[in-house]
């Protein structure tokens, strides 16, 4: 299946700050990445759908000008938490869909705000 | 109705046994099925898709498709400690759906 590789795996930012999280595709030319976030002992939630060359598809209830997403490459995306408050520490976590429409996941990132 | 359910555990099966794990879906155009295993603290790995009705095997694990019933199963076969985690069931790859897993303990 495909590779797909997350960074950081961990960061701490401080309130108010900007974090980025790069997704990268590593065999496989991604046309369309996801981006979930999962909180403690909670599912994963979906947050956008993030299509390259274009605008990324965003899922109800989730602020776009909070959480940058872009795909400017077919093996690159990147998610930029702005703003951020310690509500928004969560397990960040990108996938892949692959050509036979199967989604493979990245490591995931955490993020904690101070 | 949420779109895919499952029983939320935690399920607790002796080394050895077998571990069914249960998952319904609501949605009767589905043609895609997966089952991750997510480790805490860990991002999901895949474990079986299934797209026909009937069972499909993969060593220790099997899942099991019924459409008309709209459900999926797994099974895994001599469970090990290894293989306590939460386990999702997924519907679709366009826009995946997960359930919210089943947490899955395996005593020694």
């Known amino acids: 299946g495909a590779v797909v590789s997350q960074h950081p795996s961990r960061v701490i930012c401080k309130s108010g700050t900007s974090v980025k999280i790069e997704c990268r595709s590593l065999?496989?030319?991604?046309?369309?990445m996801f981006w979930y976030r999962q909180f403690p002992k909670q599912s994963l939630m979906l947050m956008a759908t993030s299509n390259e060359g274009s605008k990324a598809t965003y899922e109800q209830g989730v602020e776009k000008d909070k959480f940058l997403i872009n795909h400017a490459s077919l093996t690159l995306s990147t998610l930029t938490v702005t703003s951020a408050h310690p509500e928004d520490s969560s397990f960040y976590i990108c996938?892949?869909?692959?050509?036979?429409?199967?989604?493979?996941f990245g490591e995931g990132s955490w993020l904690t705000v101070v | 109705q949420k779109e895919v359910e499952q029983n939320s555990g935690p399920l607790s099966v002796p080394e050895g046994a077998i571990a069914s794990l249960n998952c319904t879906y609501s949605?009767?155009?589905?043609?895609?099925f997966f089952w991750y295993r997510q480790y805490s603290g860990k991002s999901p790995e895949l474990i079986m898709s299934?797209?026909?009705?009937g069972d499909k095997e993969d060593g220790r694990f099997t899942a099991q498709l019924n459409k008309a019933s709209q459900y999926v199963s797994l099974l895994i076969r001599d469970s090990q400690p290894s293989d306590s985690a939460t386990y999702l069931c997924?519907?679709?790859?366009?826009?995946?759906?997960f359930g919210t897993g089943t947490r899955l303990t395996i005593i020694p």
């Open positions: 065999d496989f030319q991604a046309t369309t």
């Open positions: 299934i797209y026909s009705n």
């Open positions: 997924a519907v679709n790859p366009i826009r995946l759906t």
């Open positions: 996938s892949v869909l692959d050509f036979g429409n199967t989604i493979y």
């Open positions: 949605d009767r155009v589905s043609q895609s």
